[in-house]
């Protein structure tokens, strides 16, 4: 993970990115299932509107999965390997550490919908962002703790025409935090203070609603802050881990 992420800094925040979404999606076992494609080609969480094009780092868990089994083969999954390396990347971007609570399996089968329904595009409202969190058992302090993510990263410039060109530019990249991108701090929350946030999902947390005091709190708070998303972060892990699923060997393929 560090040398991935000193050869480019914006992985750490795609892999907390891939996590994510990795937890939303599989209510049961987990690990992305783009990997399926290759197997039985068929349109999983990869290709759902709020993946396309905007999950990436796949291949640093490849990377990582292929030396894992090599030491230890079978006994470490992909799902496993994903939260290790999200919690990783947020550390060597200045974030905080946690331990990791292991024993995840990968899943067996792909779904669009299910990313389609579960995952919050950019244009969600605060009441919408509270509803799909609280489906997965998450609070509103959760959800404003975790969207704190969005310190560190970047976004194509197709999901949000405001700040980028009105024609074409459509794999330009916009910084999620305009001040210290590269950076896991709160200036993410003192953007939206200023009315900064890049998506309207993000400045729905601080705008005029019941996330404002929360916001300014964490803005002012790095303690504060830090502590809530390892909560939320450890929460989030745990959604559906379950004893279904498979430990793959190659991150792309169910086992035959």
Same mark, same amino acid.
């Given at each position: ?15 907390? =990115? ?33 993946? /396309? ?33 999200? =919690? ?6 200045? &974030? ?18 299910? /990313? ?18 609280? =489906?997965? &058992? ?9 969207? %704190?993510?969005?310190?560190? %990263? ?53 705008? %005029? %609603? ?47």
């Amino acid at each position: 993970m560090t040398q991935a992420v000193n050869n480019e800094r914006r992985m750490g925040a795609s892999l907390l =990115r891939l996590f994510f979404h990795d937890c939303f999606v599989q209510v049961s076992a987990r690990t992305l299932t783009y990997i399926l494609q290759v197997l039985i080609k068929l349109k999983g969480e990869k290709t759902a509107g709020p993946n /396309a094009n905007s999950v990436r780092g796949f291949d640093v868990i490849d990377t990582i999965k292929k030396n894992v089994e090599a030491a230890c083969p079978g006994v470490v999954s992909c799902a496993d390997i994903l939260a290790l390396a999200a =919690r990783d990347g947020t550390n060597l971007l200045g &974030g905080p550490t946690w331990n990791v609570l292991l024993g995840r399996r990968d899943s067996t089968t792909a779904s669009a919908a299910l /990313a389609n329904q579960n995952l919050p595009p950019p244009t969600a409202s605060l009441a919408t962002l509270i509803s799909l969190f609280n =489906r997965q &058992g998450l609070s509103p302090r959760d959800m404003t703790a975790l969207s %704190g993510a969005h310190t560190i %990263g970047q976004a194509r410039c197709t999901t949000r025409k405001q700040t980028c060109p009105q024609t074409g530019g459509d794999g330009n990249l916009a910084p999620l935090d305009v001040q210290t991108p590269t950076t896991f701090d709160t200036a993410y929350f003192t953007n939206l203070l200023s009315q900064r946030g890049l998506f309207h999902s993000d400045q729905e947390l601080f705008n %005029g %609603g019941s996330q404002d005091a929360l916001v300014r709190q964490y803005s002012s708070s790095p303690t504060l802050f830090n502590g809530d998303f390892v909560s939320a972060m450890i929460k989030m892990g745990n959604i559906g881990a379950g004893n279904a699923g498979e430990i793959r060997r190659n991150c792309r393929v169910v086992n035959s």
